[in-house]
Every structure is written in C-alpha cells, then in structure tokens.
C-alpha cells in the first residue's frame, strides 16, 4: 500500500495546479452524460461517461486537456516544431497538428506505414488537414534523422511524446477535481472509475484521488497487451514525479495501481471481438461514439467485468471516454464485419 501522510483539501490542491503555466485549448468542464438505456442492457450499475471526448478542438479527446499543461513550456520556450511519432493512426499526432495550428507553430508527424495508414482516413487524414508535414516511415530510426534534419534547419523541436510528459499527467489532477465535483454535485460515490490506461489519465486521476484522500477503485485498461506488475510500477514512478511536481507528500508503489493489458488483444491498434461489441453496443443504445483502439476495449473490460458480476444495479460505474473517435473511419470495415 502506498503511504498516505497527506490529504490535501481542493482549495490546497487548485492552488498548487494554478502555480503552473497552462494554455487555454480545451472546452471545460466536460459534460458528465448519464447512459440509463446502456446500463439497462447490460441489466448492470448506472453508468455514467465522462466526456473527455467532448473537450472541444479537433474533435477533442484527452490529449487536449493535457497539452493545456503539457504544451506550455513550448510555448514559454521558443520552440517553433511540434513533433509526435507513433501509429498512423494516433490521436496524439491529430491533436499535435491541431495545437501546433493553433499556436501558429509547425507541426511535424513521424507516422508509422502501419495497416491503417491507407487509404488517408480518420486520425491521418486530420493530421494532413491542420497542415503538418506528415512523413510515415518503416524504421523508427528514421524519425531520428527527421528530428536531426529539423535542428540543423535551426528548428528548435519540442516532443509531444516525451517534452512535458509528467505534466500530461498533472492535468489528470486537474480532470479528477472536475470529475469529483460532479459526482458530489449529484451526491454519487461510484463503486469504480474505468479509463483508458495508456499512462497519463490513469495516473493523473490515481494521484488526484489519493491527495484528496478519496478511496477509489480506478480501473485502467491498456491498448496494448502488457505486464501489468510492470505497467503499475511504472504507473507509481509517474505518479511519485507527479507529486515533486504538485508538492504533495505522498508516496506511490504499484500497490496503488489497477490496471489491465489482457483486453488489448495480440497487439495494439488490432479490432478484438470485446472492442468491437463495445462501440457497437454503446453506439446502438446511447448514439454515443467510441473509438475501437482505446475506449472500446476499455469498455469492452467493463462489460467483462459487470458480466462477471463486479457491480450490483445500485452501484455507479464511471466510464472516462478519453476519445479517439476518428479513427474510427479507418476501422469502418473491419467493424461492421463488411
Ligand atoms: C483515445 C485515447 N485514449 C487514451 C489514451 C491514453 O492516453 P494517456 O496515456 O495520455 O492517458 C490515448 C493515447 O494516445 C488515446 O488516444
């Protein structure tokens, strides 16, 4: 178990937050959105999703609640690139490219040729419309010579990856305030918070509940397959940087964490049979949209667990849908079964 010697009220914690250099990028609060006919068919707990989804640019998603911390020093610092690096398919390089549009600053992506780089769909082709310079490349050693390039242009190159990354997680502090007000709002104690776990928004919200003292089952589900002894060690090491950040005297251990690379399915960015009756499910009872790759297998988890009886009907699950929905559009096919 982790060594609580602190609880911090909100007032204590806003304030640390509010010492921090933050942009302006996302619509907030989010809208906390009740799925009664959702929670019905799966004869399960009220669920209620919040809408991270929803916060505003470039079709939203929680990436742009964390460049709103994670993004600042860029712009403190000069810097004139944003780069990101990762699948053809990324949220991240659509949100890089949106900002750095935003900021009036270059952007640059160094995709990956994977599966879903063709035909220029979703993610992608959103990526070319803010106006990046989209090279996708075989060898990661390639976005190397690209960064290269870059700063012997004289470009000074900031990366959404790894520049600023403990402040991705900072903002997830932020989120859980945001979150926890709402449920106080309507007097709610969910039995569970689910999240997408690729690291940020797992450990931003962990941190945030244990400096408010509030004990919390934070279920986080991994696009792709891990070990998740390790993923929870790695998750308290985020987390303990989090708390040099935010001056909070706390201590966590991957005791602190709960989190799952089982639903991935073989590999990232693959449709899994739970992924898909997820989106479609959710689609087909609330109209609301997710994504396959990130919130349907996390969604696809909860089904899991409400099927095996984890939740009674009394009990509230919150369900953080962290975005992703254009990829979608390169999904479509595989996900109608066409
Ligand atoms: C839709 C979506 N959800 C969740 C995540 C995980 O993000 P993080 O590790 O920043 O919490 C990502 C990351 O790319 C994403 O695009």
Known sequence: MASLTSVVTVEQLRKKLDGLDRLNLADLPTPLTDCARLSEALGGPQILVKREDQTGLAFG?????????????????GYD????????????????????AHLGLKAVIVGRKDDHAE??????????????DVHLIENAEEKDAVIDRLEAEGHKVYNTSSDGYYLRSVSYVDGFLELWAQLQERDIEPAAV?????VHTH???????????????I??????????DQANAQFAEVANEVCKILDLDLVFTAD??????????????????????????VARTEGLVLDPVYTGKTFGALIDHIRQGQYTQDQTVVFVHTGGTPALFAYGNELLGL
Do not use: M
Not at 90 to 100: E, G, H, I, M, P
Not at 194 to 198: L, Q, R
Not at 203 to 217: N, Y
């Open 119 to 132: 035909p220029v769909n979703g993610n992608l082709f959103l990526t070319h419309l803010f106006g990046a």
């Open 203 to 217: 450990v931003g919200l962990t941190v945030g509940a244990k400096a408010r003292g509030i004990p919390l089952r």
């Open 256 to 281: 602190d964490f709960e989190s799952y690379g089982e639903y991935a399915g073989d590999a990232y960015g693959v449709l899994t049979e739970e992924s898909r009756e997820a989106v479609l499910l």
């Open 81 to 100: 690139v944003l780069l990101h690096g990762a699948a053809s398919q990324s949220n991240q390089s659509r949100l890089t490219a949106a900002v750095a």
């Open 194 to 198: 689910y999240v997408c776990s690729g």
């Open 61 to 77: 998603g929680n990436k742009v609640r964390e460049f709103e911390y994670s993004v600042a020093p860029a712009v403190e610092g």
């Open 219 to 228: 279920v986080g589900i991994s696009p792709s397959p891990r070990d998740n």
